[in-house]
């Protein structure tokens, strides 16, 4: 409840958006009422439900592949020099580029359906998820690792049992920062080519002057980024409950 | 405690170790360190900061490799890690995500020894061993400096090597607690009959534990002497304010203040 409370500028805002809509000092094309944005959300339900598993299936589905490739690239250069050397820089280099200029280049690749879509995401998930698993790994304290090389750990159980653990706090914000690109890139590229998913709703409400849809479709973007990023925070709490928060 | 003739069990050759650092280019941590440890002895390694003295316990513990000379445990050479030589690490170096039994069990789990509820049972020994009870499923952010300390006494114990080394073992703990834990290492000791080589830097810590105290110079480190301890065991608090312990205490502390010229 406590949790909830908390949220109160959300509610503060949304009264605002209502109030000024119905006062009349917008244009309903440019800002449709909250409610009226509600009452599409509800008419166009089922339209709205299914671009949203379009979205989320997109998006989860980019994720998922990034972020294991992420996963073991990251420990690959934590790992070994050769992988280090090789792959550190390309990484560097590569991180600052703005990834939806990769999406031209994909499109002829792989073509308009979905492979290019998912590969576009998996990219933008793929690069926070391997530079924060690399600090991680690089940064576990040498003393833990001799601790469980003189236990007897064998270099799998090292990788596994320690290395990956000692770094889950750093691995676990680097999805985090994954999932909001991966989300981000997922409505760009719905926007540029597709004929489904939320990307595609927004634009398309917005060129067809469907505005109360197109606000819908915001607002339903904004609430799943925001309940997936909570449900990543709450899972995070958990796995790295060990984390001495007050020394760290 | 000559070491003529028999093997000891701890052997140490004319160790040199160099080290490659950015700063001041090639540092020599320690130059031709000969060392015995018998059988069950207890012994301590004192010397000043930087003494290369936890550069030592690392290359018999086979954690860094030395430049030259050689290190034989149990007649063999050493070459790598191995779970018969227990080292137990400067602040308590635990797995922050394993809980206190999960600690304890880790070596044996790494080795697959037992069943699961047969490494518990062991685990549990070892934790009574170190005075630990009702605190198994504590995460070691919820246990004290002096609490986590047992904890990793405990789980290099388990692990029932032939040799402890322990690497200030009880250097960031307060001091009460660090005479209490004292006095459990001596016990553990005595019970276990493992051989023990300690490092610190606390002059009475040394003496109290030993039944020898090598002293070391400044870098690059060399063992410049070796005190017997002429106190009986158990040892006592009445021995830590007694006058072997202060007498000896005078003399070790001008060796190591005239910076080790022998």
């Not at chain 1, 926070?128 to 007897?152: C, E």
């Not at chain 2, 044996?108 to 170190?130: F, N, P």
Request: overall charge neutral.
């Amino acid at each position: 409840m406590k949790g909830f409370l908390k949220l109160y500028p959300i509610a503060v805002v949304l009264i605002v958006w209502e109030m000024a809509a119905r006062a009349g000092l917008v244009d309903p094309l440019f800002l449709p009422s909250f409610s009226a944005s509600m009452q599409a959300l509800v008419a166009n339900y089922q339209l709205l439900a299914t671009d949203a598993a379009y979205s989320l299936g997109r998006a989860f589905a980019g994720l998922i592949l990034g972020a294991s490739v992420g996963l073991i690239i990251g420990m690959a250069m934590a790992r070994y020099r050769a992988a280090e050397s090789f792959l550190d820089p390309l990484v560097a280099a590569l991180f600052p580029t703005p990834k939806l200029a990769l999406f031209p280049l994909l499109m002829v690749w792989l073509g308009l359906g979905e492979a290019s879509k998912v590969a576009l995401i998996a990219v933008s998930a793929f690069f926070p998820v391997a530079i924060n698993t690399y600090a991680g790994m690089r940064g576990v304290d040498r003393f833990l690792i001799w601790n469980a090389r003189t236990k007897g750990a064998n270099a799998l159980q090292l990788l596994m049992r320690v290395m990956v653990p000692a770094a889950m706090p750093f691995i676990f914000t680097g999805l985090r920062v994954a999932t909001g690109y991966a989300f981000l890139l997922t409505v760009a590229a719905e926007m540029l080519t597709a004929n489904n998913g939320l990307g595609f709703r927004i634009i398309y409400s917005q060129r067809t002057f469907e505005a109360e849809t197109m606000y819908a479709g915001i607002v339903l973007v904004a609430t799943l980024g925001f309940a997936v990023d909570r449900l990543l925070g709450w899972l995070g709490r958990h796995l790295i409950a060990w984390q001495d928060t007050e020394t760290i | 405690m000559g070491s003529e003739g028999l093997i000891a069990q701890v052997q140490v050759e004319g160790i040199t170790k160099h080290f490659e650092t950015k700063r001041e280019g090639k540092v020599t941590a320690l130059r031709a360190v000969d060392l015995a440890v018998q059988n069950g002895e207890i012994v301590s390694i004192i010397g000043p900061s930087g003494c290369g003295k936890s550069t030592l316990l690392y290359m018999i513990a086979g954690l860094l490799v030395p430049s030259s000379g050689r290190i034989l445990v149990d007649g063999s050479p050493v070459n790598g890690p191995d779970p018969k030589i227990g080292i137990i690490f400067q602040e308590f170096r635990i797995f922050p995500w394993r809980t206190a039994l999960e600690n304890v069990v880790f070596g044996l789990e790494m080795r697959r020894i037992g069943t699961a509820a047969e490494r518990a049972r062991i685990a549990r020994k070892y934790l009574h061993m170190v005075g630990l009870e009702g605190i198994d499923e504590r995460l070691p952010k919820e246990l004290s400096g002096g609490m986590k300390q047992r904890v990793a006494i405990a789980q290099t114990f388990a692990c029932d090597p032939e040799v402890v080394l322990m690497d200030e073992p009880l250097g960031s703990v307060d001091s009460l607690t660090r005479e209490t834990l004292q006095d459990e290492v001596l016990r553990i000791w005595q019970e276990s009959g493992k051989t023990i080589l300690l490092v610190t830097h606390s002059i009475e810590e040394a003496i109290y534990l030993g039944q020898r105290v090598i002293v070391m110079s400044p870098r690059p480190g060399r063992i410049i002497r070796e005190f017997s301890v002429p106190l009986p065991f158990p040892r006592s608090a009445a021995m830590r304010t007694g006058p072997v312990v202060a007498d000896l205490r005078t003399e070790i502390w001008a060796l190591i203040r005239e910076g080790g010229g022998a």
